[in-house]
């Protein structure tokens, strides 16, 4: 079968795969071997779009344990992520099949090379907790950035021969911050700071088609103030699991939902004050 799945070099030895539910994988391809970071949904070969760029070993690893991020694991041998995150994929690259599923026929993919059952039952492939901080591929460099936020084991990459950060899911166009594993805003705050103190100048997203500049980022971290929060951010309800999710854009184009409840409490007091909660 075709692997559907499009590739784009973003920059020299760096792949940014796209599956059709519109999922990113990244490809790191040294001289020596490749690091590929997340397997996405999983509906598409992911394995076949690597052989196709490049014949080198590689390893796996994964920015963090969701469903978007993890599903196309069963793939591989093994898969490599923080130990923090093995309930986290355990639940969602395990248990969302059925949601993954649901999302694909409604958006009319064709799905013809599975037996639902199949996708359903194919789990989450072999879990390896990541003890690596440092991967060496020949003229290129991974280096591991642990960042609880988004989930508790959270990871980017950074890629210093081309100051290039692979931020996960801690930062993204649209960022969300407000899954039940979701940690504290201060935390998240902490996890933008650690990646801004890399000397990135762009930043590959899991949910973004093409780098973007550092400065876009900056402005985003700029942007969550708590003045802001209290006076432009609103309550979304129906997006996060029962939990009481804000949202607002936190610099032009841009946008952040976050779970009201984690916010510092002087934050949250401003917030709820201007904003309450419906219901
Ligand atoms: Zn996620």
Redesign the pocket.
């Known amino acids: 079968m075709d692997c559907r799945i499009t590739a784009r070099q973003v920059l020299p030895g760096i792949f940014h795969l796209s599956d059709r539910m519109g999922m990113h994988s990244t490809l790191i391809v040294g001289e020596r071997e490749a690091l590929l970071f997340d397997t996405g949904y999983g509906l598409d070969d992911l394995k076949k779009a690597v052989a196709e760029i490049t014949p080198l070993p590689y390893q796996v690893i994964l920015?963090?344990g969701?469903h978007?991020?993890a599903c196309g694991s069963f793939q591989f041998d093994q898969v490599l992520l923080d130990e923090r995150e093995f309930p986290v994929c355990e639940k969602?690259a395990g248990s969302f099949r059925k949601r993954v599923w649901d999302q694909a026929t409604a958006k009319g993919l064709d799905l013809s090379d599975w037996r639902e059952e199949d996708f359903l039952s194919r789990g989450y492939g072999h879990m390896q907790a990541l003890e690596q901080e440092v991967f060496h591929l020949g003229h290129l460099t991974a280096q591991v950035i642990r960042m609880p936020a988004?989930?508790p084991g959270?990871i980017g990459l950074y890629i210093p021969e081309r100051q290039l950060l692979l931020s996960g899911?801690n930062f993204n166009p649209t960022t969300?911050l407000f899954?039940p594993e979701a940690q504290p805003m201060a935390d998240f705050l902490s996890a933008m700071e650690k990646m801004l103190a890399l000397p990135f100048r762009q930043v590959l997203c899991s949910h973004g088609d093409a780098p973007l500049d550092r400065a876009r980022m900056e402005d985003f971290y700029r942007g969550i103030t708590m003045e802001n929060i209290a006076a432009h951010a609103l309550p979304q309800p129906g997006l996060g699991f029962g939990a009481r999710v804000y949202g607002f854009a936190p610099a032009e184009g841009m946008w952040f939902c976050f779970d009201g409840d984690k916010l510092p409490p002087a934050w949250r007091e401003a917030l709820m004050k201007n904003h309450p909660f419906p219901g």
């Open positions: 920015s963090h969701h978007d991020h969602y988004h989930t959270s899911n969300w899954f």
